[in-house]
């Protein structure tokens, strides 16, 4: 009898661990269609992508990847049922944001909307944020 309540004492921590990890809505890898700023959902995606989101304590770690190839990389939040990423390219050259919304319990995919920054600080953009909807894969 002891060695069984010995063996619960050093199982549960690492079964509550399992279990979150299995819940959190963001981690995993994912395919995806891009939008860019102005563009429908309704047309041709702008691109296509591989996403894969890690959870590393508190904050997540996001890749992209067009044809295999890491193209930018990012630093997120998971506030509430939003997960917020700032990235930047591989080359350095694009700065943005984006955030994704979870509607994969009710429909099965993750929607982002996601805008870069202007490279030159004065410049204000054309206003509109581009669009990603991700597939788990």
């Known amino acids: 009898?002891?060695?069984s309540r010995i063996l619960v004492l050093?199982?549960?921590p690492l079964m509550t661990t399992a279990i979150h990890a299995q819940s959190d809505p963001f981690t995993g890898s994912y395919t995806g269609k891009g939008f860019r700023p102005g563009e429908k959902y309704t047309e041709k995606p702008s691109y296509v992508i591989d996403v894969t989101?890690?959870?590393?304590?508190?904050y997540y770690m996001v890749r992209w990847f067009e044809n295999g190839n890491?193209?930018?990389y990012g630093l997120g939040i998971h506030i509430d049922n939003v997960l917020s990423v700032s990235y930047v390219s591989v080359?350095?050259?694009i700065y943005g944001t984006v955030s994704y919304k979870?509607?994969?319990k009710d429909k099965g995919y993750l929607v982002g909307a996601w805008c870069i920054a202007p490279m030159d600080p004065d410049a204000v953009g054309n206003g509109k944020?581009?669009?990603e909807v991700?597939?788990?894969?």
Request: hydrophobic residues 30%.
């Open 70 to 72: 890491l193209s930018y």
């Open 1 to 3: 009898m002891k060695n």
């Open 10 to 12: 050093f199982c549960l």
């Open 91 to 93: 080359d350095k050259s």
């Open 53 to 58: 989101i890690e959870k590393t304590g508190d």
């Open 102 to 104: 979870d509607f994969k």
């Open 129 to 131: 944020n581009g669009m």
């Open 134 to 137: 991700l597939w788990p894969k």
